[in-house]
């Protein structure tokens, strides 16, 4: 994969989006605030991944209700909008975008807050490297080598 470089948000037009967002359940109000906040965030791109970054005011306040500082807030989609995402480049992703240092997940939510609507993936994380979550491995292990009863592909 190579590294992202900063491009340009294609914003659709506003009644399509409007429309569809209502068709999907969506208040119009919160629609409306997510379409006024398209543009705002970062754009990242190569030639196999787009990535929307959002920085904390740029996160909308339904979703970071707590207003949670340094939160980052990660929207990454294959180009070709295809599904799956290798979890290798969503780490190369994240550490290039928030910093080898900094923590981010992806939240599996509870079924009445899932969207899913396209073939988007979600991390949330920090920009500090002093903010870590309270789970996770104590410490990493790296290998492409066969380990005890696994498999792992090169590096």
């Given at each position: 994969?190579?590294?992202?470089?900063?491009?340009?948000t294609i914003r659709p037009p506003v009644k399509q989006y409007l429309?569809?967002?209502?068709?999907?359940?969506?208040?119009?109000?919160?629609?409306?605030?997510?379409?006024?906040?398209?543009?705002?965030?970062?754009?990242?791109?190569?030639?196999?991944?787009?990535?929307?970054?959002?920085?904390?005011?740029?996160?909308?306040?339904?979703?970071?209700?707590?207003?949670?500082?340094?939160?980052?807030?990660?929207?990454?989609?294959?180009?070709?909008?295809?599904?799956?995402?290798?979890?290798?480049?969503?780490?190369?992703?994240?550490?290039?975008?928030?910093?080898?240092?900094?923590?981010?997940?992806?939240?599996?939510?509870?079924?009445?807050?899932?969207?899913?609507?396209?073939?988007?993936?979600?991390?949330?994380?920090?920009?500090?490297?002093?903010?870590?979550?309270?789970?996770?491995f104590p410490v990493g292990a790296v290998t492409d080598k066969e380990?005890?009863?696994?498999k792992q592909r090169a590096l």
């Amino acid at each position: 994969m190579s590294p992202l470089k900063p491009g340009e948000t294609i914003r659709p037009p506003v009644k399509q989006y409007l429309k569809d967002s209502i068709a999907l359940g969506i208040p119009r109000a919160l629609a409306k605030r997510m379409y006024n906040n398209l543009g705002t965030q970062e754009t990242w791109l190569n030639e196999k991944y787009v990535v929307l970054v959002y920085r904390d005011s740029q996160i909308p306040p339904d979703m970071n209700p707590n207003q949670m500082k340094d939160l980052v807030w990660l929207s990454i989609r294959r180009q070709d909008r295809g599904h799956l995402i290798d979890w290798r480049d969503l780490q190369a992703i994240k550490n290039q975008l928030l910093g080898t240092e900094a923590e981010a997940v992806q939240l599996f939510p509870s079924q009445h807050r899932v969207v899913d609507t396209s073939n988007q993936f979600h991390l949330f994380g920090f920009s500090s490297k002093e903010k870590q979550f309270p789970f996770g491995f104590p410490v990493g292990a790296v290998t492409d080598k066969e380990f005890i009863n696994t498999k792992q592909r090169a590096l």
